[in-house]
């Protein structure tokens, strides 16, 4: 019942200072007895989104802000951005979270379910190549895309990370480093949904500076650490996978061989001597989407992509 009315106030069909519907129009309109309406009042004016005067005439005291957030899936990367998100912003406002998985059908369907019912959306596309049609029901000036992109989106807000150009000159900063091994390995499993370009921009590098390389789909239980090969890797739990094989046949990570990890992750510092990443700052991501979130105002930002030097390479 709260929920209800905290969401009529956030579309503003109660505005601050306006006195709310009585006690017997709320509990009729929604078929709920006085006292569920009463406690659900008590919870808002606790929370400092209503007040009463001397018990009776309930009205908005502030305005409430629903916010979409719908990521693709958990990893502690996309937490880092969830925290900097709810961090900057008040308790006027409320962030639902959803998780669409990279499903298509599901990411419609979550879409669908929240359309009409929030006052900005902050959407992670399931897919890089292409813009989702079902997000052509929001309105554009509610809409900020995080993280995917490569498609057209000149009238929309957005926070993206550039996975061609900005990688390629990631790798080409480290240059100095991996050529003291005898080969770059790319593991990169072909059901990930990183974007498939990265492997044509990882080719271009080596190329061009007389790398000899190798893309892998994954690291299996027979696929060894291989002697003097550095190992760029997207999923996390192919970098534990390589660390474990790795100390079974006392390899040392950054002599025997090198790992270098794509998206920064806290334990990647407590990890051996530290792993070395290439990544965005997700930090900098949700407080860019708090940004939004606070004022609506157009965003069109590509973040930079930082190298993160530790020991493993």
Same mark, same amino acid.
């Given at each position: 019942?709260?929920?209800? /009315?905290?969401? $009529? =106030?956030?579309?503003?069909? *109660?505005? !601050?200072?306006?006195? +709310?519907?009585? @006690?017997?129009? #709320?509990?009729?309109?929604?078929?709920?007895?006085?006292?569920?309406?009463?406690?659900?009042?008590?919870?808002?004016?606790?929370?400092? /989104?209503?007040? $009463? =005067?001397?018990?009776?005439? *309930?009205? !908005?005291?502030?305005? +409430?802000?629903? @916010?979409?957030? #719908?990521?693709?899936?958990?990893?502690?990367?996309?937490?880092?951005?969830?925290?900097?998100?709810?961090?900057?912003?008040?308790?006027?406002?409320?962030?639902?979270?959803?998780?669409?998985? *990279?499903?298509?059908?599901?990411?419609?369907?979550? @879409?669908?379910?929240?359309?009409?019912?929030?006052?900005?959306?902050?959407?992670?596309?399931?897919?890089?190549?292409?813009?989702?049609?079902?997000?052509?029901?929001?309105?554009?000036?509610?809409?900020?895309?995080?993280?995917?992109?490569?498609?057209?989106?000149?009238?929309?807000?957005?926070?993206?990370?550039?996975?061609?150009?900005?990688?390629?000159?990631?790798?080409?900063?480290?240059?100095?480093?991996?050529?003291?091994?005898?080969?770059?390995?790319?593991?990169?499993?072909?059901?990930?949904?990183?974007?498939?370009?990265?492997?044509?921009?990882?080719?271009?590098?080596?190329?061009?500076?007389?790398?000899?390389?190798?893309?892998?789909?994954?690291?299996?239980?027979?696929?060894?650490?291989?002697?003097?090969?550095?190992?760029?890797?997207?999923?996390?739990?192919?970098?534990?996978?390589?660390?474990?094989?790795?100390?079974?046949?006392?390899?040392?990570?950054?002599?025997?061989?090198?790992?270098?990890?794509?998206?920064?992750?806290?334990?990647?510092?407590?990890?051996?001597?530290?792993?070395?990443?290439?990544?965005?700052?997700?930090?900098?991501?949700?407080?860019?989407?708090?940004?939004?979130?606070?004022?609506?105002?157009?965003?069109?930002?590509?973040?930079?992509?930082?190298?993160?030097?530790?020991?493993?390479?």
């Amino acid at each position: 019942m709260a929920d209800f /009315i905290r969401q $009529s =106030i956030a579309m503003n069909e *109660y505005k !601050v200072g306006e006195k +709310l519907p009585s @006690i017997n129009f #709320l509990s009729k309109k929604y078929h709920v007895s006085r006292d569920t309406v009463f406690k659900a009042l008590m919870i808002l004016k606790k929370k400092g /989104i209503i007040d $009463s =005067i001397q018990g009776k005439n *309930y009205y !908005v005291l502030n305005q +409430l802000t629903y @916010i979409f957030l #719908l990521l693709d899936e958990y990893t502690p990367f996309k937490e880092a951005l969830y925290n900097s998100l709810i961090k900057k912003l008040s308790e006027s406002f409320t962030v639902d979270l959803w998780f669409h998985q *990279y499903n298509e059908s599901l990411f419609n369907t979550i @879409i669908n379910e929240a359309y009409g019912k929030y006052n900005r959306y902050i959407v992670m596309n399931y897919d890089n190549e292409k813009f989702s049609e079902v997000l052509k029901k929001i309105d554009k000036d509610r809409l900020l895309l995080l993280d995917f992109g490569k498609f057209d989106k000149k009238d929309y807000s957005y926070v993206c990370q550039d996975f061609d150009e900005s990688f390629y000159h990631a790798l080409e900063s480290l240059k100095k480093e991996l050529s003291g091994y005898k080969k770059l390995i790319f593991v990169f499993n072909k059901h990930h949904k990183h974007p498939q370009s990265s492997k044509i921009y990882f080719s271009k590098f080596c190329i061009d500076n007389g790398f000899d390389f190798e893309i892998i789909d994954e690291i299996t239980e027979t696929t060894p650490v291989q002697q003097n090969c550095c190992y760029l890797v997207i999923k996390q739990t192919d970098v534990v996978e390589i660390v474990k094989r790795a100390r079974s046949n006392n390899m040392k990570m950054g002599k025997d061989f090198g790992l270098l990890a794509y998206n920064e992750n806290p334990f990647y510092e407590v990890i051996g001597d530290g792993v070395s990443s290439i990544s965005v700052d997700f930090n900098l991501m949700g407080s860019i989407a708090a940004d939004f979130a606070l004022t609506g105002k157009k965003i069109q930002h590509y973040l930079p992509t930082h190298v993160y030097r530790r020991n493993s390479i």
